[in-house]
């Protein structure tokens, strides 16, 4: 195992924690939701680390980055890994539904199990978790809650955030 290594960066859904082994993110954390991420007591804080992903989140909420290139070391279960490369195949701005993500995995009748492995995503944002939605067009369960997954899908649509009140559709 290595050593965790993290730090924070300012955004407008609050601070979010990066951690990893200072080059490779292995996690991003909110800081509010489920999806909330305090440091454990063995890792170090290190705010000279994370340059470029911080370079590249705070380009993204500028509205300047859509797509990311960033070492990850995500960990998990081959069909959490399947699942989370999927993931970064939707486009900026774009949704998909747990089932329709279910199928391009080729696990058609695994939309609960997608939906499962999308909240255990430990890199959310950069492994874009937000884009999924429900098959009506819902705002389903999101890690940073649902105020933050509204405000990242607005954001990537160039909407003001109560542009998206509970539905895409």
Not at 19 to 34: I, Q
Request: with cysteine.
């Amino acid at each position: 195992m290595f050593d965790v290594l993290y730090t924070y960066l300012e955004t407008p859904i609050g601070p979010l924690l990066l951690a990893g082994d200072g080059t490779r993110l292995s996690k991003v954390g909110f800081p509010t939701g489920k999806g909330r991420v305090a440091p454990h007591d063995d890792w170090r804080r290190a705010d000279d680390r994370f340059v470029e992903a911080r370079t590249q989140l705070s380009a993204y909420f500028a509205g300047e980055l859509r797509t990311f290139d960033l070492e990850l070391m995500p960990v998990g279960s081959p069909f959490q890994l399947a699942v989370w490369r999927a993931l970064k195949a939707i486009p900026y701005g774009a949704t998909m539904s747990y089932g329709e993500l279910a199928n391009r995995i080729g696990h058609p009748s695994a939309s609960r199990a997608v939906g499962a492995a999308n909240g255990a995503n430990p890199i959310p944002i950069i492994v874009p978790c937000h884009r999924v939605i429900g098959a009506s067009g819902a705002l389903t369960g999101f890690g940073g809650g649902i105020d933050t997954k509204r405000w990242l899908l607005a954001h990537e649509k160039g909407a003001a955030p109560g542009d998206l009140q509970g539905s895409l559709f």
